[in-house]
């Protein structure tokens, strides 16, 4: 069903706008990093377009996010519609853009009922609802820029995977594309709209499906691990308390237990450490490394090692989520049972 609807979109859209003509599709997130837990009825779907030489002028201290501007005038001149004042690519006028295609697109969708949810404040995504009964599926657009091109000095001394996945593997990772998707920087002195953020999404997707220390981890003849076991337990466990006290953990999202778990990966990094029967006792200590990085309000992103993803004036929540966490490791984890 989601397949059908986004299809025919991009076939729509990559007509609309000759800078949108190479448009194409990743999927990201749980689904299809196969650690969904409930039912597959929230997608993330990246709508990837590549964009010529661009240069990245960096809007604050956290090195993750961006202002775009093109290194020369680009061949499309479709691009230039979307550009400010100050020449920059505005992320908030592709977006808009792009929204209004897919609403008027939708009608034209006969087959099953598509409508897009409300704008929602500073988020990237386009949400479409599909109705499909009894229930409804909802799938995030995201709008990305495809950069060919190295990646950006902060990301320098991140993803330290070299004693979990090895040298080569991280030098052919940061090999990949850059890409940056439409994101408001909320710290910015004046909110203009056009700033872009890293997004390592088709990194992650491939650590996650390609996890082990050794090369056979997980395949169909070699030792099975707990790793994707683990980092489901642990988005299940935030979802449960965020669903328990959606006022109190509005600001986590299961970006924060990721990271934490990739850490985790690099902290132990062989296979012998995450055997399939020790699950409980992998999940414990991913747990803890996780409370720990929440008493001290310091969880590090995972690419871009100066960009702490808990913020310092948050620290209360952070200190309540901990004692919540704590709470159901030490009680045999009552809100699964709830």
Same mark, same amino acid.
């Given at each position: 069903?989601?397949?059908?609807?986004?299809?025919?979109?991009?076939?729509?859209?990559?007509?609309?706008?000759?800078?949108?003509?190479?448009?194409?599709?990743?999927?990201?997130?749980?689904?299809?990093?196969?650690?969904?837990?409930?039912?597959?009825?929230?997608?993330?779907?990246?709508?990837?377009?590549?964009?010529?030489r661009i240069q990245l002028d960096e809007s604050d201290d956290t090195g993750a996010?961006?202002?775009?501007?093109?290194?020369?005038?680009?061949?499309?001149?479709?691009?230039?519609?979307?550009?400010?004042?100050?020449?920059?690519?505005?992320?908030?006028?592709m977006l808009e853009a792009l929204r209004e295609i897919i609403k008027q697109e939708?009608?034209?969708?006969?087959?099953?009922?598509?409508?897009?949810?409300?704008?929602?404040?500073?988020?990237?995504?386009?949400?479409?609802?599909?109705?499909?009964?009894?229930?409804?599926?909802?799938?995030?657009?995201? =709008?990305?820029?495809?950069?060919?091109?190295?990646?950006?000095?902060?990301?320098? %001394?991140?993803?330290?995977?070299?004693?979990?996945?090895?040298?080569?593997?991280?030098?052919?990772?940061?090999?990949?594309?850059?890409?940056?998707?439409?994101?408001?920087?909320?710290?910015?002195?004046?909110?203009?709209?056009?700033?872009?953020? =890293?997004?390592?999404?088709?990194?992650?997707?491939?650590?996650?499906?390609?996890? %082990?220390?050794?090369?056979?981890?997980?395949?169909?003849?070699?030792?099975?691990?707990?790793?994707? %076991?683990?980092?489901?337990?642990?988005?299940?466990?935030?979802?449960?308390?965020?669903?328990?006290?959606?006022?109190?953990?509005?600001?986590?999202?299961?970006?924060?237990?990721?990271?934490?778990?990739?850490?985790?990966?690099?902290?132990?990094?062989?296979?012998?450490?995450?055997?399939?029967?020790?699950?409980?006792h992998c999940f414990q200590k991913c747990l803890e490394f996780f409370v720990d990085?929440?008493?001290?309000?310091? =969880?590090?992103?995972?690419?871009?090692?100066?960009?702490?993803?808990?913020?310092?004036?948050?620290?209360?929540?952070?200190?309540?989520?901990?004692?919540?966490?704590?709470?159901?490791?030490?009680?045999?984890?009552?809100?699964?049972?709830?």
């Open positions: 069903l989601v397949n059908g609807v986004i299809s025919h979109l991009i076939q729509a859209i990559r007509g609309k706008y000759s800078c949108f003509s190479s448009m194409g599709r990743q999927s990201a997130g749980s689904y299809y990093e196969r650690v969904k837990i409930s039912e597959p009825n929230e997608f993330d779907i990246m709508l990837v377009v590549p964009v010529p996010y961006y202002y775009v501007s093109f290194k020369r005038s680009p061949k499309e001149k479709g691009w230039l519609k979307f550009l400010d004042e100050d020449e920059k690519l505005s992320a908030s006028k939708v009608k034209n969708i006969k087959d099953v009922e598509v409508t897009v949810a409300r704008k929602k404040a500073r988020s990237p995504a386009i949400t479409l609802q599909i109705k499909n009964p009894p229930s409804e599926i909802s799938v995030d657009i995201i =709008l990305t820029l495809d950069a060919n091109q190295s990646w950006p000095l902060s990301t320098q %001394g991140g993803l330290k995977i070299e004693q979990w996945l090895g040298t080569k593997v991280r030098r052919e990772l940061r090999s990949k594309s850059l890409y940056l998707v439409a994101k408001q920087n909320k710290t910015e002195k004046v909110l203009r709209g056009n700033t872009w953020r =890293l997004s390592f999404s088709h990194i992650e997707k491939h650590m996650i499906n390609n996890h %082990g220390n050794s090369k056979t981890c997980c395949e169909s003849d070699g030792p099975k691990c707990c790793r994707k %076991g683990c980092l489901k337990l642990l988005k299940y466990l935030l979802e449960q308390l965020k669903m328990k006290y959606p006022k109190e953990l509005e600001k986590f999202c299961s970006y924060h237990v990721k990271t934490a778990f990739l850490h985790s990966c690099v902290t132990w990094p062989n296979d012998s450490d995450w055997h399939l029967g020790d699950l409980d990085c929440l008493q001290k309000s310091q =969880l590090t992103h995972f690419f871009i090692p100066q960009y702490n993803l808990l913020s310092l004036e948050d620290k209360a929540r952070h200190h309540f989520l901990s004692r919540k966490i704590s709470h159901e490791l030490n009680n045999g984890f009552p809100v699964f049972h709830e």
